[in-house]
């Protein structure tokens, strides 16, 4: 089996290769594509995973090429996992810069940050799919590139069912609350429902008994995770449920964008210097055996200590924890719906798919984010419990504002993206969509197609 990865030369493509790795089934993947624009973080990337197959011992590993010729990587691939970064780190930083001196937040998936993010990506997506169409019409499409519901549902438009997101934060979620509770994370059935970075836990159900009540009436408990320390007893408490960690940006806006405009630098700058320092060290070719990989390693560990530090300021809580470092998984998320699908391996997963009527309150190609059965017809979404209000209000915004970031990239209408700022609600204004639109398409070249 044949997997192609666009933005191959990404820093989190070594989850990916090393799942793969793990994976001794039959059916497995045997050659892995590695397509990126990119030719130095394809060669350092390259050298990555040489290192790994090394390290396991695996006389099978999967067999690695690179390339820059997008329809040569897609020929004859079984699965293309999507990973893009249109802009790069250097735009990420752009759109966090841009948005705080506006006052709003400029988070990669949330608030303005999101929208600018989606119109330039949205463009190239949907290039991408028509090329997978023509190319590799049979190929399934595994979309990680953020804002990943917005992008899983621009590709839909071409490639319908056959492109499915996934996103690791529903992942570790469920899995912590699990083990709070003394479950294993597969025996549990997780009640999660939303859109992507913008979803709830509402339930989690061992042996047919719901055991998050127990979980919401224990302080001790709910301080000692993640998601209970940023937003506290008292609050998860009110909701009955526990948030996905992005809904922080939304209950604590002001805070967050305050803590985040005393930052010495944004998450998106510090990403980019990191990883400046990291491609530049790692594409050369004189260094030991191991040596990209351990420095791979080291990278890696500082950048998920430092998740979301700026959230963990504002509610008082200091350093990650041990147990909060442990990878959300999406690699093995991906790797789980592979095998369903290619070896009609029944598996229950949390993914971003069209939403067929699942939420009454949004239309049926929606792209939402809750569980799905998946077999080798691919995703399927369970059927949920309608959305509380204050859900629905959040939900409904939110993919009002998505939909007009696609609406934009296919008509090219400044009035278009300005709807889709000002409709968010972390945009405050009119006005500021306007000058965030302005200050976007100056930085952007890539949104030199809004007129």
Not at 396 to 407: H, I, P
Request: net charge negative.
């Amino acid at each position: 089996m044949r997997l192609t990865i666009l933005g191959g030369g990404g820093f989190r493509v070594p989850l990916v290769y090393g799942a793969l790795l793990g994976d001794r089934g039959e059916g497995r993947v045997s050659h892995v594509t590695l397509y990126d624009e990119d030719p130095g973080r394809l060669t350092a990337m390259a050298r990555v995973l040489a290192d790994q197959a090394a390290a396991s011992g695996a006389a099978d590993a999967p067999a690695v090429t690179a390339t820059g010729d997008l329809d040569e990587a897609l020929r004859g691939t079984d699965f293309v996992f999507s990973a893009i970064r249109v802009g790069g780190l250097e735009g990420r930083a752009a759109d966090e810069r841009i948005a705080l001196a506006e006052g709003v937040l400029g988070q990669e998936t949330v608030g303005a940050g999101g929208i600018a993010y989606g119109l330039r990506t949205v463009p190239v997506v949907r290039e991408i799919a028509r090329r997978i169409a023509r190319t590799a019409p049979d190929a399934w499409v595994i979309n990680f590139t953020n804002p990943a519901g917005v992008v899983t549902e621009a590709m839909a438009e071409v490639l319908g069912d056959r492109v499915i997101g996934i996103c690791d934060s529903p992942v570790g979620l469920g899995r912590r609350i699990a083990r709070l509770l003394g479950a294993r994370p597969q025996d549990a059935w997780i009640d999660y429902v939303g859109l992507n970075h913008l979803g709830w836990v509402r339930g989690l159900r061992v042996g047919g008994r719901d055991e998050l009540p127990r979980l919401l009436a224990d302080d001790k408990a709910l301080e000692s995770f993640e998601e209970g320390r940023l937003f506290g007893a008292d609050w998860l408490r009110s909701l009955g449920a526990i948030p996905n960690e992005y809904l922080h940006y939304y209950y604590f806006n002001r805070d967050t964008v305050r803590a985040y405009q005393r930052a010495e630098r944004t998450r998106g700058a510090f990403l980019r210097d990191q990883q400046r320092a990291f491609y530049a060290g790692t594409g050369r070719p004189d260094g030991p055996p191991g040596s990209a990989l351990a420095a791979w390693d080291r990278t890696r560990a500082e950048r998920e200590a430092t998740y979301m530090s700026e959230n963990r300021e504002v509610a008082g809580v200091g350093e990650r924890e041990e147990s909060d470092l442990e990878s959300g998984g999406y690699e093995k998320v991906a790797l789980a719906l592979m095998r369903a699908i290619a070896r009609d391996e029944r598996a229950t997963l949390i993914l971003n798919v069209r939403n067929r009527g699942t939420l009454s309150v949004l239309d049926a190609d929606a792209v939402i984010e809750v569980p799905c059965l998946v077999d080798a017809n691919g995703a399927h979404p369970v059927a949920v419990d309608p959305l509380p209000l204050h859900a629905v209000g959040l939900v409904t915004s939110v993919k009002a504002a998505e939909r007009e970031v696609l609406a934009a990239a296919a008509s090219g209408a400044r009035a278009d993206a300005v709807k889709a700022f000002a409709l968010h609600p972390l945009v405050d204004s009119v006005a500021v969509a306007r000058r965030l639109l302005d200050g976007y398409a100056t930085e952007h070249p890539g949104l030199g197609y809004l007129r």
